[in-house]
């Protein structure tokens, strides 16, 4: 049994409105976080990346250059 259009539509608005209130409420929780908390936060995230094993050539090369001259349309360095 399918889910007639204006059942759809109505879900689409409250996901919509639930998304704006959503970042309305990251926005207010990021104004209101002390330094310290800041800097918890941002210490928390930063502890995840010895996690993540790179690949052995992302030590000296990021694809930063290659990506940049793809944007550019021309060779990589």
Do not use: I, N, T
Not at 15 to 32: G, H, I
Not at 52 to 58: G, Q, T
Not at 68 to 77: I, P, S, T
């Amino acid at each position: 049994m399918g889910v007639d259009s204006s059942a759809q539509q109505l879900w689409m608005r409250q996901w919509r409105s639930a998304s704006l209130m959503l970042a309305e409420q990251r926005k207010k929780e990021l104004r209101e976080m002390s330094a310290q908390q800041a800097l918890a936060a941002a210490d928390a995230l930063l502890s995840l990346a010895p996690l993540v094993a790179l690949h052995p050539s992302r030590l000296s090369d990021s694809g930063l250059v290659r990506q940049q001259a793809l944007f550019h349309r021309r060779e990589a360095v």
